[in-house]
């Protein structure tokens, strides 16, 4: 089952936050975030396990709530580098055999 | 140099005539996806592979089909292509449950 993002895009301006959101139906074991830039591939974020972990990765960082079946990506203090297409991914449990599926993405577009 | 290797990184072709898009990782991972990207509609999966001769469906696998019969190499195969099949399409390896690694993406244009 496809998780949810939101919001569907969003403009910032250099400098400012952004806070992307990750919803399931379902519970979930892990949770991926990408980041795809126009024309490139998909490339690693970061993973969060289930435990109310939160990571982070220079200024973006990511928190797991397990029990609301939900993540979100928190980008702070946002620079061009960061525009992009924002896509988490989702496993249901470790049973080794579950695939990771992805939501729709969120369009960051970071202007000066 | 890890990587995933997709050929052909661009194909155009006519419906019913068969092609393969091969994918290949170095990085001795079991797991390996394929993903069709439509504007609007994220990264689906077409199939996966847990390891060396398992496969399973993913979200949308009518019209497609795979083989693992080696742990490095991932074929997708359009058996009879469609226009709707039309699209960009990426491999990508993990070890299970770890960081994906992509390929480069493969345009496919089907007319």
């Known amino acids: 089952q496809q998780p949810v993002q939101s919001p569907q895009a969003v403009i910032l301006r250099e400098g400012e936050d952004a806070v992307i959101n990750c919803s399931s139906s379902k519970a979930l074991y892990s949770v991926h975030w990408y980041r795809q830039k126009h024309g490139e591939a998909p490339v690693f974020l970061m993973i969060?396990?289930?435990?109310?972990e939160q990571k982070g990765h220079d200024k973006i960082s990511a928190s797991f709530n397990e029990k609301k079946q939900q993540s979100s990506l928190y980008l702070t203090a946002s620079q061009l580098s960061y525009s992009g297409t924002y896509f988490c991914g989702t496993e249901r449990w470790n049973s080794g055999n579950t695939p990771l599926v992805f939501g729709k993405g969120t369009r960051l577009s970071v202007i000066a | 140099e890890a990587q995933v290797t997709q050929n052909p990184r661009y194909l155009i072709t006519v419906t019913g005539k068969k092609l393969t898009v091969t994918c290949s990782q170095n990085m001795n991972h079991e797991y390996m996806s394929w993903y069709r990207q439509d504007p609007g509609l994220g990264l689906r999966q077409i199939y996966y592979?847990?390891?060396?001769?398992?496969?399973d469906k993913g979200d949308v696998p009518e019209g497609y089909k795979v083989s693992r019969k080696e742990k490095r190499n991932f074929p997708l195969i359009l058996e009879s292509p469609s226009p709707n099949q039309t699209s960009l399409y990426f491999c990508?390896?993990?070890?299970?449950?770890?960081?994906?690694?992509f390929g480069e993406g493969s345009r496919l244009t089907v007319l």
């Open positions: 990508a390896s993990s070890f299970s449950g770890g960081e994906l690694f």
């Open positions: 969060l396990l289930k435990g109310g």
């Open positions: 592979s847990m390891n060396v001769e398992v496969t």
